[in-house]
């Protein structure tokens, strides 16, 4: 059985059940009643005009529209991933720590996906975007946290980076268990996505697949796929933050330079 | 032994100093004089103009890592990179035998560092820092709020290693451990360095 998609009047019976909890917070006063609502408006919003944006990339099928699209989504991770940070690099590492390396990642595993999977042709757009987007959101996250974790930690650990440093250890011996610990946080989602996969929930890909009507084991076999590229690229992303980060908060005499980072 | 030349960061500078083996140099000053900043340099913690030169070798001329091994700066703060006391002594060593000398029970070589009040601490950093290939020692005010029979351990654990050739550029805020200890007196004012009498 297929289902077909919901029309208008099966996605207003859903919506129902927003004003249900909106009218809920109201009488329980929680305060949360036009935050709910406007949350709700804003992803009705964006996604009808991604999927109104999308058909036209599809129906056009042009590899420069497909890159732009993705030029359009790096752009706006890079402004994500700046704005979750404490504390920063200064300068063009701003963007450049961070979105950079969310950029090499994503494009890295994307590569490599559109090469197992080999779409006709290569820059299929059905396939191209939103297998990008949904690695670039992994990615993001990755880097995002374990940027962030690893910047906190540099302030809150700097007596204990400079004892080293000043008993002769190098910037990387230093800095080892804070790129460690920065790489743990930022990998700490994926993994618990892949555990809980199945169990806990189903992975909403796999839950979209199946309603639309794809044999539950076809669609458990992409979500594999996915989790698998999102682990690679969330790790290949986290990691290449953290040596860069390394990198530039120390200098080639193997000293700490918090004077690089600026908080906000 | 140890040379610097011109050295200069912030406010501090330009200094030139020189220091032997065996001998102690006391440095005083207003807080906020630029005393640690000065000590940081000759360790090359920080950027600086100038150099500094063990027995004519110039710091700039060697791995960082390396000159630190031999130079070696103890901060006014202690910071502890591990939750064991016994991981911040290279492995091999008999650092617990050495534990007593500076007024700490021998069993704190298993304790977690947390277990350690903030004048142990003090004295446990001065201990790590004293490694076999160190030859200055950069003290940034190393009795600090310690008690006095703990101030004279630690003054003692220092007279032996000035004794075994060791050279010390010592901070402190106290004219008479700087007479005790030190042959010359240095104060910094107004970013230059003069030698006074305390």
């Given amino acids: ?264 | 032994m140890l040379q610097t030349t011109a050295l200069s960061r912030l406010n501090v500078g330009p200094i030139d100093l020189s220091l032997e083996a065996g001998q102690c140099l006391s440095l005083m000053g207003a807080s906020g004089a630029g005393k640690s900043v000065l000590l940081r340099m000759i360790a090359d913690l920080d950027p600086h103009e100038g150099d500094a030169a063990l027995d004519g070798l110039p710091c700039s001329a060697m791995p960082a890592p390396a000159w630190r091994r031999q130079v070696t700066y103890v901060a006014a703060d202690s910071g502890w990179w591990d939750p064991y006391v016994g991981a911040h002594f290279p492995a091999g060593t008999d650092f617990p035998t050495l534990l007593p000398t500076v007024g700490i029970a021998a069993e704190a070589a298993a304790w977690p560092v947390s277990r350690l009040s903030t004048g142990e601490r003090q004295r446990l950093s001065l201990l790590r820092a004293l490694r076999a290939g160190t030859r200055v020692l950069l003290l940034d005010e190393p009795t600090s709020g310690l008690d006095v029979e703990s101030v004279a351990r630690v003054e003692h654990l220092l007279r032996e290693q000035l004794a075994r050739g060791l050279a010390i550029l010592m901070v402190t805020h106290d004219p008479a451990q700087a007479r005790r200890l030190a042959s010359r007196h240095l104060e910094l004012a107004a970013g230059r360095v003069r030698t006074v009498t305390p």
Wanted: no cysteine; glycine share 10%; charged share 15%.
């Fill in chain 1, 1 to 264: 059985m297929i289902a077909a998609a919901p029309g208008i009047s099966e996605l207003a019976l859903a919506g129902l059940l927003i004003l249900l909890n909106a009218g809920l917070s109201m009488l329980l006063q929680l305060g949360l009643a036009r935050q709910l609502l406007v949350a709700a408006a804003r992803a009705v919003v964006q996604l009808l005009l991604v999927g109104l944006l999308l058909r036209t990339v599809f129906q056009l099928n042009s590899p420069w529209l497909v890159a732009a699209v993705l030029v359009a989504m790096f752009a706006s991770a890079s402004y994500e991933i700046l704005s979750r940070q404490e504390r920063r690099f200064g300068g063009w590492w701003r963007v450049g720590i961070g979105s950079g390396t969310t950029m090499l990642a994503t494009l890295f595993v994307t590569g490599f996906a559109l090469l197992t999977l080999r779409p006709e042709p290569w820059f299929s757009p059905q396939v191209v975007v939103p297998l990008a987007g949904i690695v670039l959101g992994n990615v993001m996250n990755g880097v995002s946290i374990s940027l962030n974790a690893f910047n906190t930690s540099l302030v809150r650990e700097r007596a204990a980076i400079e004892a080293r440093l000043a008993l002769g250890a190098t910037r990387y011996e230093a800095l080892k268990a804070t790129q460690r610990s920065a790489l743990r946080s930022g990998m700490i989602p994926i993994i618990n996505q892949m555990s809980a996969a199945g169990i806990v929930t189903l992975p909403g890909m796999m839950t979209g697949q199946i309603l639309a009507g794809m044999s539950p084991l076809d669609a458990a076999k992409y979500q594999i796929l996915i989790l698998l590229l999102l682990s690679g690229g969330a790790g290949l992303g986290a990691l290449a933050t953290t040596v860069v980060a390394v990198w530039r908060s120390t200098d080639e005499r193997d000293r700490l330079r918090l004077d690089r980072l600026e908080s906000r």
